[in-house]
C-alpha cells in the first residue's frame, strides 16, 4: 500500500506541471494577446535561467559532497555558504534582464517582472535542495516540489481567469506565490546537525557549463526572438513551442525507462539500434502531432495566434530530437562522459545563437524555429558519437578484462 502511494505521488509530481500546463496555456493566451503572452513567456524562461546562473554550480558541488560521504546537513550547510554570492548575481542579472528585454512595458509591469526574476534566488538555493534530494533518493521531496507549484500556479491562473483579473502583473504574482510556495514545500529537507566542510568551488564553476547548456539548449531560441523580433512575434513562438513541447515528456520518459538502472553490460549492447528504435518511434509521433497543429492549436489558443500554425509544426520536431537523445546522454552519463555531454550541449547552444544572429534581415519567427530544429538535430547526432565512442571505449577495457592481458608500451609480451 506504501508502495503504491509513493509511485502514485511520484507520477503526479512528473505530470502534473505538463497537465497544469495544457489547462492554463490557452487561458493566458486568449486573455493576455500575443504580445503580453510573449513578455510572460520570456519572464518564465528567465525565472529557469537566472537560477543557474546563480547558483555557480553549488548543486553539483554539493552532490560531489555526499559522493564524498558527507551528510546532508553538512552539504547544504556547506553550499549556503554560497547564498550571499546567488543573492547578488540574481539581482544583478534580473536589473540586467528587465533592461534588455522589458523596457516596452510601463515601470509597475516592469516592477512585477523585476521581483518574479529577484525571486530567483529562492530558485537557485531550491536547485541546491533538489539536488541533495536526487542524491539521496528522496524522489518525494522532489514530487512535492513540482505538485505544489503546478497546483498554485493552475488554481491561481484559473482563479484570475473566473474574476477576469488576467494582466502581467496579476499573473507574475501568482507566479511569484508559486515558487514561494515551491520553497516552502523543501525548505526543511537536509536541516539539522551538520559538519564543518566547504565545497570544491573549482568543481563547482566546473559543472556550471554543463548546466547552462541544460537550462538554455530549448529556450535559447525564445529568448533570441524577443530580442529581435519584438513581444508580439514572441507570443506567437512561445504559444508554439507549449504545443511542441507536449512531445518532450512523453519521449523523455521513454528514454528515460529504457537507459536508467542499466548496468555497463546492457549499455553497451545494442548502441545504435536502440537510440535509432528511440529516434524511430519519436519521429512518428512527433507527424502526428506536426499535422495535428493546424486543428489543434487555433481550436485551443484562438484566432489571434494563427501564425502559430506552422511554427508549431516545425517546433515539434526540435523537441522530438532534443527529447530522443535522452537516452543516449543518459547511456554517456552513466559511463562516464558527462563532460563531453556539456561540451556537446555548449556547441549546440552557441551554433544556435550563431546562426540566428547571422540571419540578419531574414529573422522570422519560421526561420528561427527551423535553427531551432537543426539545432536540436546537431545535439543527437553528437550525442549519439558521444554514445558511440564512450561504448567502443567499454568495449575495449572489457576485452583487456577478458583476455587478461596488457600490452607494454615498448612493445613486450603479453602477460597471462
Known amino acids: 500500500m506504501f508502495a503504491d502511494r509513493r509511485l502514485a505521488v511520484l507520477v503526479a509530481g512528473q505530470y502534473s506541471p505538463l497537465l497544469v500546463q495544457l489547462v492554463t496555456g490557452p487561458i493566458l493566451a486568449r486573455a493576455l494577446g500575443p504580445a503580453d503572452r510573449g513578455y510572460l513567456g520570456v519572464a518564465l524562461i528567465l525565472v529557469s535561467v537566472i537560477p543557474v546562473f546563480a547558483s555557480v554550480g553549488t548543486p553539483a558541488a554539493a ?57 530567483s534566488y529562492f530558485g537557485a538555493v531550491r536547485m541546491t535542495i533538489l539536488s541533495l534530494a536526487v542524491s539521496e533518493g528522496s524522489t518525494n521531496i522532489i514530487a512535492r516540489y513540482q505538485i505544489v507549484g503546478a497546483c ?11 474574476a477576469g483579473r488576467i494582466d502581467i502583473v496579476s499573473v507574475c504574482i501568482v507566479y511569484a506565490v508559486s515558487q514561494l510556495g515551491q520553497f516552502a514545500a523543501i525548505c526543511r529537507f537536509g536541516r539539522g546537525g551538520h559538519r564543518d566542510r566547504k565545497i570544491d568551488r573549482k568543481y563547482a564553476l566546473k559543472s556550471l557549463p554543463g548546466q ?17 523580433l519584438g513581444a508580439h512575434a514572441t507570443g506567437i513562438y512561445v504559444v508554439a513551442f507549449s504545443y511542441a513541447f507536449v512531445a518532450f515528456p512523453l519521449v523523455h520518459s521513454v528514454g528515460l525507462r529504457i ?22 518511434g519519436a519521429l512518428c509521433f512527433g507527424v502526428v502531432w506536426s ?31 532534443f527529447s530522443s537523445a535522452t537516452v543516449n546522454v543518459q547511456a554517456a552519463l552513466s559511463l562516464g562522459r558527462a563532460h563531453l555531454i556539456s561540451v556537446i550541449g555548449l556547441a549546440a547552444v552557441c551554433l544556435e545563437v550563431v546562426a540566428v544572429v547571422v540571419l540578419g534581415d531574414a529573422r522570422t519567427v519560421t526561420t528561427i524555429a527551423v535553427v531551432g530544429v537543426l539545432a536540436s538535430g546537431v545535439y543527437y547526432v553528437l550525442s549519439l558519437l558521444v554514445r558511440q565512442r564512450t561504448v567502443l571505449g567499454a568495449r575495449n577495457e572489457d576485452s583487456i578484462e577478458r583476455d587478461g592481458s596488457v600490452v607494454p608500451a615498448s612493445g613486450g609480451a603479453e602477460r597471462g
Open 63 to 119: 552532490r560531489r559532497l555526499i559522493a564524498e560521504g558527507s551528510d546532508v546537513a553538512t552539504a547544504r550547510y556547506a553550499a549556503a555558504r554560497s547564498n550571499p554570492v546567488i543573492f547578488v548575481v540574481t539581482v544583478v542579472m534580473s536589473v540586467v534582464a528587465v533592461y534588455v528585454w522589458f523596457s516596452g512595458l510601463d515601470s509597475v509591469e516592469k516592477l512585477a517582472i523585476f521581483v518574479l526574476l529577484g525571486l
Open 259 to 280: 537507459s536508467g538502472g542499466k548496468g555497463r553490460e546492457e549499455l553497451v549492447k545494442n548502441s545504435v539500434r536502440i537510440p535509432l528504435t528511440v529516434l524511430f
Open 152 to 162: 498554485l500556479s493552475g488554481i491561481g491562473i484559473c482563479g484570475l481567469a473566473v
Open 291 to 321: 499535422a495535428a497543429a493546424v486543428w489543434v492549436v487555433p481550436l485551443l489558443f484562438g484566432s489571434d495566434y494563427s501564425e502559430s500554425v506552422h511554427v508549431a509544426a516545425i517546433l515539434t520536431f526540435g523537441v522530438v530530437l
Open 212 to 228: 547552462i547548456s541544460d537550462v538554455l539548449l530549448i529556450r535559447v531560441d525564445q529568448l533570441l526572438c524577443s530580442l529581435f
